[in-house]
């Protein structure tokens, strides 16, 4: 990162929550094998059966939180969740529902100034700048972000120390 950090947005589909083992489990199929022409079915079954509350902590999701939370008091960023609303406008208000309680239950709440629900994918890129980074699962997500000017971790919950670790050796080093 060429500037100082000042906030890193942290998605929280499949980075904090298990939405993929979630998913499966309701619709009985992983996310991307899941037939495009049924999801709106789909997301409907999921959010109308509380998908998003009901999702499990990632196995390293609260170790992540913990140490990201632990590096923002270190060198004075902040943090805010970046999270999509699945593109279909029909359950926007159910999945801030239950992903703001999901977050609550967990103990990971930050606060409501502190939480974004963007349009979708997209609508993430929208929140890019110089001195912001985004740890997202989605390489697709960390791309639009990085063309559109801001900084982006890809985030596998297998890699949760080295990422940190990585972050780190960055916010120590940067100029």
């Known amino acids: 990162m060429?500037?100082?950090?000042?906030?890193?947005?942290?998605?929280?589909?499949?980075v904090v929550t298990d939405f993929e083992?979630?998913?499966a489990t309701l619709i009985g199929v992983r996310?991307?094998?899941?037939?495009k022409a049924d999801h709106y079915k789909?997301?409907?079954y999921f959010v109308n059966n509380n998908g998003f509350f009901d999702a499990p902590l990632m196995p390293n999701g609260r170790d992540l939180f913990n140490g990201l939370v632990e590096l923002s008091y270190e060198y004075d960023f902040d943090i805010k969740y970046l999270t999509s609303d699945g593109s279909i406008k029909d359950f926007r208000p159910q999945v801030m529902e239950q992903k703001i309680a999901w977050l609550q239950h967990h103990g990971l709440w930050l606060g409501e100034s502190k939480f974004i629900?963007?349009?979708?994918?997209?609508?993430?890129?929208d929140y890019a700048r110089p001195d912001v980074l985004?740890?997202?699962?989605?390489?697709?997500?960390?791309?639009?972000?990085?063309?559109?000017?801001?900084?982006?971790i890809m985030y596998l919950d297998h890699e949760c120390t080295?990422?940190?670790n990585a972050?780190?050796?960055t916010l120590t080093n940067a100029v």
Not at 31 to 35: L, W
Not at 117 to 125: A, F, P
Not at 134 to 152: I, K, P, W
């Open 162 to 164: 080295k990422v940190l």
């Open 2 to 14: 060429s500037h100082i950090l000042k906030t890193l947005y942290l998605d929280m589909d499949s």
């Open 134 to 152: 985004l740890v997202d699962d989605s390489a697709r997500n960390c791309e639009h972000f990085t063309a559109a000017g801001g900084n982006a």
């Open 167 to 169: 972050l780190r050796f």
């Open 21 to 23: 083992k979630q998913f």
């Open 42 to 44: 789909n997301f409907s």
């Open 117 to 125: 629900l963007s349009n979708g994918w997209r609508g993430k890129s």
């Open 31 to 35: 996310p991307e094998n899941s037939n």
